[in-house]
């Protein structure tokens, strides 16, 4: 490569080169982005039903974990938001009550106990 005597194409070559190297040499690796934060999310099936009294449906909830935490025991919790509506189990199995209305399932994630779903329950 000739070099030329144009001090500003020089200049230029040489900034060039210092671009170059400081992008290859060993060491100067450009960070990679910072992870994400965790957001965490909780789904819950299904969402509506319809009931006879006394007739039972299994509620399932879907949680996000984030990498390298573990939840011990259950990482949701069930309640029935109407007193009299019915009960519910730790494993999601809902039991419609007698009473004839529209009740609430909701879930709630033990680890982000703002995180919560609910379901809206028929008892014809």
């Known amino acids: 490569m000739a070099l030329s005597r144009d001090p500003l194409v020089c ?3 040489a900034s060039s080169l210092l671009v170059v190297l400081a992008c290859t040499a060993p060491g100067n690796a450009v960070p990679s982005k910072p ?21 039972t449906q299994t509620f399932q909830a879907e949680i996000n ?9 259950s990482p949701v919790g069930w309640r029935v938001v109407e007193p009299g509506g019915g009960t519910i189990t730790t494993a999601g199995l809902y039991t419609a009550p007698a009473t004839p209305g529209i009740y609430h399932v909701q879930v709630r994630r033990e680890d982000y106990k703002e995180v919560t ?8």
């Open 11 to 13: 200049i230029l070559s």
């Open 117 to 124: 779903a609910v379901a809206t329950v028929t008892v014809k």
């Open 65 to 73: 974990v984030q990498k390298g935490v573990h939840i011990p025991g």
């Open 35 to 55: 992870p994400e934060p965790f957001v965490p999310t909780l789904n819950l099936r299904p969402v509506t039903v319809s009931l006879g009294a006394g007739a």
